[in-house]
């Protein structure tokens, strides 16, 4: 492996794992995964981005992209391969006067987020605003502005992508329009996007947060009404649903903190006065043992959860689509995955599940006209489990894959970013019959001998010639 040849052309950097900066640097988001990349190529540029995946190809090593590096499974770092890091490329220029942002694809969504709001405009973007732009956007991206605006995919009008033959090609509804059906939604496996163009949209810079806290068994009938509030609410309001282990939060009486609770609430992106107008409705029936509104920036919410998410947790979780959420689903959610006599489990081992609520103009966009598959969704919901020490992954995984399975029979599919583990099963969930063969074909199109395949992957639609393609195991969360 001739690796002066990459660097003398290469305006980024090439790190190697005898050199200074590589442990670093193949770190990701999940602290489970500790994977050793033969080369690591830190991309200044499209440039550097085609010339790393031409030089993988003709060595034959397999190929991992980090953007932000959140993947629950870690599918950037490949063992013995090249990770293309994209997380030099982080620039985002926005134009006021077209309502239009250029992001590379290294971006955060922080980032993304201040060069908008410096000029009062925002896209939909996820809730932690150190995820990658790009990781979020390919598999369809939820956020506070999706109700409003549709998910983050929605709002590209433009891709420039680095193809399996270390091409530069763009995709929008102009220029190779089945790709840009493909890339909007998923995921990696059609090429490289180095840079999207987003759409922007005027937005307040004001937001409330609204949290009625609940004992377990109070919870049925708060979650009864929060689901009849969904249907009807703003599109200023995201509906949330939280249960888990109370932290040592101060609005919370002593005797209840670290013990099992739920919470019923929402997102309101405006004016924090028309905000409140949505709790009486909330309040109604059994009274909270707790309740907190916070009024925020759009800023301070988009980073409200930063801290929780941060970096250095070992982590595992699963996710569902619900187009329902009746009486045995609900107490499903409640449950955190505890079954029946279990009630020798420490609480503060137990998953936390969390609910999204779906609808708006997510739904309004038709089922095929992205590669996303679920607009019909009421709620998404995901169960996630994070630790510290590794003694603690096998029962905290095996509880949150039980919180996954209590759910699972009320599910009409998954996510495709909160895929772990699931294999073609959950590809399968994730994109139906009718989309999976579509984006099998665009797959055999832009990338026959799955040369991008550590990713959720979608195999070619036909058998090809040629060099051989990885063949790609499910992922399992492991050291």
Same mark, same amino acid.
């Given at each position: ?31 489970? #995964? ?7 190529? &830190? ?38 391969? +090249? ?23 290294? !971006? ?13 405009? *925002? ?38 992508? #680095? $193809? ?6 763009? !995709? $929008? ?19 490289? #996007? ?5 759409? /922007?949209?005027? =937005? ?20 009864? &009404?929060?689901?009849? /509030? ?32 739920? $919470? ?24 909270? #043992? ?8 759009? +800023?301070?919410?988009? $980073? ?29 959610? =409640?449950?955190?995955? *505890? &079954? ?24 309004? =966009? ?7 598959? @679920? ?84 195999? *070619? ?10 063949? @790609? !195991? ?6």
């Amino acid at each position: 492996m001739n690796i002066m040849n990459l660097r003398r052309s290469f305006a980024g950097q090439i790190v190697l794992p005898d050199e200074a900066g590589y442990h670093q640097a193949r770190r990701v988001w999940n602290a489970i #995964v500790d994977r050793r990349p033969a080369v690591i190529a &830190r991309c200044a540029g499209t440039a550097d981005v085609a010339a790393a995946v031409r030089f993988a190809r003709d060595r034959g090593l397999e190929i991992g992209v980090r953007g932000g590096g959140h993947s629950i499974a870690g599918l950037a770092v490949p063992t013995g391969g +090249l990770m293309i890091d994209l997380s030099l490329m982080d620039a985002v220029r926005v134009d006021p006067g077209r309502r239009r942002g250029r992001v590379q694809g290294g !971006a955060l969504l922080g980032g993304l987020d201040r060069a908008a709001q410096s000029f009062g405009l *925002a896209t939909t973007a996820g809730n932690v605003s150190h995820t990658g732009v790009g990781g979020l956007t390919l598999g369809g991206g939820m956020g506070w502005l999706a109700r409003q605006f549709g998910l983050a995919c929605d709002n590209v009008a433009r891709f420039e992508v #680095v $193809s399996a033959d270390g091409e530069i090609l763009h !995709a $929008s509804e102009t220029e190779n329009q089945d790709l840009f059906w493909g890339l909007r939604g998923g995921g990696g496996n059609f090429g490289i #996007v180095t840079e999207f163009e987003f759409r /922007l949209h005027p =937005v307040s810079t004001a937001a409330l947060t609204a949290d009625l806290f609940y004992t377990p068994q109070d919870a049925p009938q708060a979650l009864r &009404r929060w689901r009849d /509030l969904i249907a009807g609410a703003p599109l200023r309001a995201t509906l949330t649903a939280w249960a888990g282990p109370a932290g040592n939060w101060p609005f919370l009486p002593p005797g209840l903190r670290g013990r099992p609770m739920v $919470s019923v609430g929402y997102v309101w992106t405006g004016d924090p006065d028309d905000g409140r107008r949505l709790l009486p409705a909330l309040r109604g029936g059994t009274s909270p #043992v707790a309740e907190q509104t916070e009024e925020l920036t759009y +800023l301070q919410l988009q $980073s409200i959860d930063d801290a929780a998410q941060a970096a250095g947790q070992r982590r595992y979780w699963k996710g569902h689509y619900l187009r329902e959420f009746g009486d045995d689903a609900i107490g499903a959610f =409640v449950s955190c995955g *505890a &079954r029946d006599g279990d009630g020798q489990i420490d609480p503060e081992l137990l998953a936390s599940g969390e609910l999204q609520a779906y609808g708006g103009a997510i739904a309004d =966009v038709g089922p095929g006209e992205t590669a996303f598959s @679920h607009r019909s969704a009421l709620i998404e919901f995901v169960a996630r489990a994070g630790w510290t020490d590794p003694a603690e992954d096998q029962a905290r995984i095996s509880i949150a894959r039980r919180y996954g399975a209590a759910i699972e029979p009320y599910a009409s599919g998954a996510y495709v970013n909160d895929l772990t583990d699931e294999g073609a099963e959950g590809i399968r969930r994730a994109y139906g019959t009718g989309q999976l063969a579509r984006l099998a074909a665009i797959k055999h199109r832009y990338d026959p001998h799955n040369i991008f395949h550590l990713n959720h992957n979608i195999p *070619a639609s036909q058998p090809t010639t040629g060099p051989p393609c990885h063949q @790609h !195991a499910p992922v399992t969360a492991r050291k």
